[in-house]
């Protein structure tokens, strides 16, 4: 499809993907072809109907006596009869938006201090106007007023846009933020109708500010210089300790420690999540040192040991009913349980018993036994492994069968009895 290059800036400004349909769009289905801006109406399209063109000397085709005006939209559904009306919608207000860009920058305004606080109360909305999520904003109320410090006592750092209307109330607004990993200012969420978000768009474009591509919480996609992509984006407060918080859309995090806000969750400090719209309702990361990782991490994911540290990683001892940090911990196959490592006792087949179980434990030559295994030498006042040992009846001990003598009764004669005793 043929545009005028004048129209194509615009439109690809307003919609990229739409730009590109247009251009590959097939004027023969469609049945208009050369679009243009319309000459005596403001806002309105131009297009010369397929029966014009057939007829026309190429040279008239844009002759506005012989073209036909017609409102954005009507003009994309006739190029795109299936295109989702909302699409279409969206569009047409960021096209007016961009063609009255010249006279809305003029009512732009950024403003600091408690002038931020001032135009978040509705009363300095202009509810004669479409407001889209303005009149939505669940920080437009009076007692929102005393939740909004880490705006109004932060100036270095964050502004706010303002657009007003004639009657000098607004009608969207968006934060400015000084981000530390960006050399020009990033302009947060915009609240506003479809058309003010547009007019937002290009004042940021205009002013050299990064901007958000989409008006959504939780959304990190910036565009900067025309390029979007994800970034992880911080802020460093002056003030933040506050007994209130305002929502946040996209700095979202607060580090209580060192007062950062941030889009990314931190996790080597403890953090407050600030998405509640009652002041207090923020969520807050019950947060602990974990020391076998070195950073913050939520307590629930933790575990308190022994020696009152937390740990990341850790192994719970029943008998004990205590967590023991992972490297200080072994499996006790024998009790069945975990205990400290340092305690334990490891038989010679390496079978690990808990300290618990110490009184089944016995020393048989620098070796540990479990005791069941053993039998015990009155004479020799030590242990003896049962295999090795014989039982001497006649002094009711047990002897090393090598060194103990079986007579021919089947009795054992301990190496140590005399010659009466035989």
């Not at 209130?244 to 209580?256: C, V």
């Not at 020391?291 to 001892?317: K, M, P």
């Amino acid at each position: 499809m043929n545009i005028s290059e004048r129209l194509k800036e615009v439109v690809n400004k307003v919609n990229r993907p739409l730009f590109l349909d247009l251009q590959a769009a097939n004027p023969e289905i469609a049945g208009i072809d050369f679009l243009d801006f319309a000459r005596d109406k403001e806002g309105f399209i131009s297009y010369l109907p397929q029966s014009m063109w057939e007829s026309t000397n190429p040279e008239n085709f844009y002759d506005p006596n012989i073209r036909i005006m017609a409102k954005p939209g009507k003009v994309l559904r006739k190029i795109f009869p299936d295109m989702a009306p909302e699409v279409i919608g969206a569009f047409v207000c960021a096209y007016r938006a961009l063609i009255n860009s010249d006279t809305t920058s003029e009512r732009f305004a950024v403003v600091s201090d408690n002038d931020i606080a001032h135009y978040y109360h509705y009363d300095q909305y202009d509810n004669s106007q479409a407001l889209g999520s303005l009149g939505e904003s669940c920080m437009r109320y009076d007692k929102c007023q005393d939740y909004l410090g880490i705006y109004t006592e932060n100036s270095e750092v964050v502004r706010l846009v303002v657009l007003k209307s004639t009657s000098d109330l607004i009608i969207g607004r968006a934060l400015l933020w000084n981000v530390n990993e960006l050399d020009v200012p990033l302009m947060d969420r915009i609240y506003g109708s479809y058309s003010t978000i547009a007019a937002f768009k290009q004042y940021a474009e205009d002013n050299g500010y990064a901007y958000k591509r989409y008006q959504k919480a939780e959304n990190d996609l910036i565009v900067v210089n025309g390029e979007t992509s994800l970034m992880s984006l911080s802020v460093d407060l002056y003030h933040w300790d506050f007994d209130y918080y305002p929502y946040l859309d996209t700095l979202r995090y607060l580090d209580k420690e060192n007062g950062k806000l941030t889009n990314d969750q931190p996790s080597n400090t403890p953090w407050l999540h600030l998405c509640g719209i009652s002041g207090d309702d923020y969520e807050q990361a019950d947060t602990v040192y974990c020391e076998d990782t070195g950073t913050w991490e939520l307590e629930d994911a933790c575990c308190l040991c022994y020696n009152d540290n937390y740990y990341r990683n850790a192994a719970y001892c029943n008998y004990h009913e205590y967590y023991i940090p992972e490297n200080e911990a072994i499996f006790a196959d024998y009790s069945d349980d975990y205990c400290l490592l340092e305690e334990a006792l490891i038989l010679h087949n390496d079978t690990v018993v808990a300290p618990w179980d110490s009184d089944e434990v016995v020393e048989v030559e620098g070796n540990l036994y479990l005791s069941s295994d053993c039998v015990y030498s009155n004479h020799y006042d030590e242990y003896i492994l049962v295999e090795d040992a014989v039982y001497c009846s006649g002094v009711d001990d047990h002897d090393y069968a090598d060194a103990a003598t079986q007579l021919s009764s089947g009795r054992w004669l301990a190496s140590w009895e005399t010659e009466e005793n035989k």
